[in-house]
C-alpha cells in the first residue's frame, strides 16, 4: 500500500506561482507513475500532469507551459511548479500514485485558489 501527503498548496494573486509537493511512503518501490489531479467545485477530478517511472512527463492541454513536473524517485517525492497562475486553475489538487499493479493511491488533496 502506498500513502501520499501533498503540502504546498495556498492563496495566490493571478500571474503567481506555488510549488506543490507529494511525499510517497509505504510500498515505495512498488511504485510506477505517479501524477497529479484537480476537482474545481462543481466539475469532474481532471489530469493536470503525470510522470513516469522514467522521468516522462506528460501535461493537459490547459497548463502545457505553464506547468512542470518533476519527480526525485530518491526522496519519494513528486513535484508540480505552478507558474502563470490564472483564476481557472482554483482547485483542489491531488496527488496519484499508480504501482506496478496497477493499484491507485490519492492523497488527502491541497487547496489551491488563485484570486484575480
Known amino acids: 500500500q502506498v500513502q501520499l501527503v501533498e503540502s504546498g498548496g495556498g492563496l495566490v494573486q493571478a500571474g503567481g506561482s506555488l510549488r506543490l509537493s507529494c511525499s510517497a511512503s509505504?510500498?515505495?518501490?512498488?511504485?510506477?507513475?505517479m501524477g497529479w489531479y484537480r476537482q474545481a467545485p462543481g466539475k469532474q477530478r481532471e489530469l493536470v500532469a503525470a510522470?513516469?517511472?522514467?522521468?516522462?512527463?506528460n501535461y493537459a492541454d490547459s497548463v502545457k507551459g505553464r506547468f512542470t513536473i518533476s519527480r526525485d524517485n530518491a526522496k519519494n517525492t513528486v513535484y508540480l511548479q505552478m507558474n502563470s497562475l490564472k483564476p481557472e486553475d482554483t482547485a483542489v489538487y491531488y496527488c496519484?500514485?499508480?504501482?506496478?499493479?496497477?493499484?491507485?493511491?490519492w492523497g488527502q488533496g491541497t487547496q489551491v485558489t488563485v484570486s484575480s
Open positions: 496519484n500514485a499508480i504501482t506496478i499493479w496497477g493499484v491507485s493511491s
Open positions: 509505504g510500498s515505495i518501490n512498488s511504485i510506477n507513475d
Open positions: 510522470i513516469t517511472s522514467g522521468g516522462m512527463p
